[in-house]
């Protein structure tokens, strides 16, 4: 799989603009919570659309659409992939297609509610996928997940401190080919690629 610089950049760039464009409009946010946030956010989405995911998967906490979401809804949006985001709560998905309005993305995104241990199974082959621990199953979910062995990243946000296999990376990492970086993004967020894929940094 060929990286692609110039998708990449559009969606790195089409990110912060976003970040920069409403950071402090009301009419964007969740309850309290701003939904676009800077730093990290515009290179996740670089990373899947310059990587030209066809699949990509977010699990969400009972907190819904996150920064992560705008950010792959981005990447769709620019290499025309599917971007399935699993909500598990009966959340307001009304008032979520909203929010996604807001910035221009409503039509980049499928929200689906289900146990995501059930849905995700719906799923073969993931190219990119987003896993927030804040979701009591999600070491479930790490032992189910179907990714592209042939090249696949699967970030993790809000890890857990102190917890025997807690990350994704360290429930993969006896396999061939992992790579597995954390960064003290937010509440802890993890980064594995496995396979050939061309994670480079736009």
């Given at each position: 799989m060929k990286w692609s610089s110039q998708d990449a950049m559009q969606a790195y760039l089409h990110t912060l603009q976003l970040c920069k464009t409403h950071s402090n409009d009301e009419d964007c946010t969740l309850g309290?919570?701003?939904?676009?946030?800077?730093?990290?956010m515009e290179f996740i989405s670089a990373l899947a659309?310059?990587?030209?995911?066809?699949l990509m998967v977010q699990v969400t906490s009972d907190q819904g659409i996150n920064p992560l979401t705008i950010a792959l809804a981005v990447a769709a949006k620019h290499t025309k992939a599917r971007f399935v985001c699993i909500l598990h709560q009966l959340q307001d998905i009304e008032n979520y297609r909203a929010q996604l309005s807001c910035y221009g993305l409503e039509d980049?995104?499928?929200?689906?509610?289900?146990?995501?241990?059930?849905?995700?199974?719906?799923?073969?082959?993931?190219?990119?996928a987003a896993i927030?621990?804040?979701?009591?199953?999600?070491?479930?979910?790490f032992e189910i997940i179907d990714v592209n062995i042939r090249?696949?990243?699967?970030?993790?946000?809000n890890i857990p401190e102190r917890r025997i296999r807690?990350?994704?990376?360290?429930?993969?990492?006896?396999?061939?080919?992992?790579?597995?970086?954390?960064?003290?993004?937010?509440?802890g967020m993890e980064l594995t690629r496995i396979g050939l894929m061309n994670c480079c940094k736009p």
């Open positions: 309290t919570i701003n939904i676009i946030q800077p730093q990290c659309a310059g990587n030209q995911a066809k980049a995104v499928e929200l689906v509610y289900g146990n995501p241990c059930e849905v995700i199974m719906e799923f073969k082959n993931i190219v990119f927030d621990c804040k979701f009591e199953g999600f070491l479930r979910l090249g696949s990243v699967v970030v993790v946000s807690a990350s994704f990376g360290e429930v993969v990492k006896g396999r061939t080919g992992v790579e597995c970086v954390t960064r003290s993004i937010g509440e």
